[in-house]
């Protein structure tokens, strides 16, 4: 069973770039599709993309802010969002799909990024 | 505008019935994509609780059920439990925004 740990600094300060990692036990982290989303306190989810060698896609919303990317010798998946602001704080989860579905059947405990000075 | 909407909270007493609608348009689940159900207890991660608009993961009651129709999608919850107050997401993909859409969720009150 594949389980997920985020990771990251839970303190950007504005206009900085936040940096997250995903760490993927259990299986392989080749040949999957794997995404962040994240949540606001208090509110509801939010999709920030999915990366796949060669199909990766972004919110529109964030899009120019956001890069994600895989690294297979460490097993990490990765999200960098850049020139933060007081909006991007949020609970930051990493997900993957089960097999056969895009559902989002396995996510990880979460990580809470705080942008502030 | 890419959205799912759903009811910001809902209720019913233990034993009871409720669903909780889902309704969307025909850039997302009118087009025939999947509708997918989350269950969120405070300070956990999303729970996936149905997946391909009426399919239960391993290890979820068949008290929670999904169903869908044009461009709306429903969760029923039966047999109502105090353990299910928790907030609810549905989930599709829509081709306007090229990416996940998420509801914005659902508040249940098992009073």
């Known amino acids: 069973q594949v389980q997920l740990q985020e990771s990251g600094p839970g303190l950007v300060k504005p206009s900085e770039t936040l940096s997250l990692t995903c760490t993927v036990s259990?299986?392989?982290?080749?040949?999957?599709?794997w995404t962040w989303i994240r949540q606001p306190a208090g509110k509801g989810l939010e999709w920030i993309g999915r990366?796949?060698?060669?199909?990766?896609s972004y919110n529109p919303s964030l899009k120019s802010r956001v890069t994600m990317s895989v690294d297979r010798s460490k097993s990490l998946f990765s999200l960098r969002l850049s020139s933060v602001t007081a909006a991007d704080t949020a609970v930051y989860y990493c997900?993957?799909?089960?097999?056969?579905?895009?559902?989002?059947?396995?996510w990880g405990q979460g990580t809470m990024v705080t942008v502030s000075s | 505008q890419s959205v799912l909407t759903q009811p910001p909270s809902v209720s019913g007493a233990p034993g009871q019935r409720v669903t909780i609608s889902c309704t969307g348009s025909?850039?997302?689940?009118?087009?025939?994509?999947?509708v997918h159900w989350y269950q969120q207890v405070p300070g956990t991660a999303p729970k996936l609780l149905i997946y391909?608009?009426?399919n239960r993961p391993s290890g979820v009651p068949d008290r929670f059920s999904g169903s869908k129709s044009g461009t709306s999608a429903a969760l029923a919850i039966t047999g109502l439990q105090p353990e299910d107050e928790a907030d609810y997401y549905c989930?599709?993909?829509?081709?306007?925004?090229?990416?996940?859409?998420f509801g914005g969720g659902t508040k249940l009150t098992v009073l």
């Open positions: 989930h599709s993909y829509d081709t306007s925004l090229s990416g996940v859409l």
């Open positions: 990366f796949y060698p060669g199909d990766t």
């Open positions: 025909s850039s997302n689940i009118g087009a025939g994509y999947d």
């Open positions: 391909g608009n009426n």
């Open positions: 259990g299986d392989s982290i080749s040949n999957s599709y």
């Open positions: 997900a993957t799909y089960g097999s056969g579905s895009d559902a989002f059947e396995i």
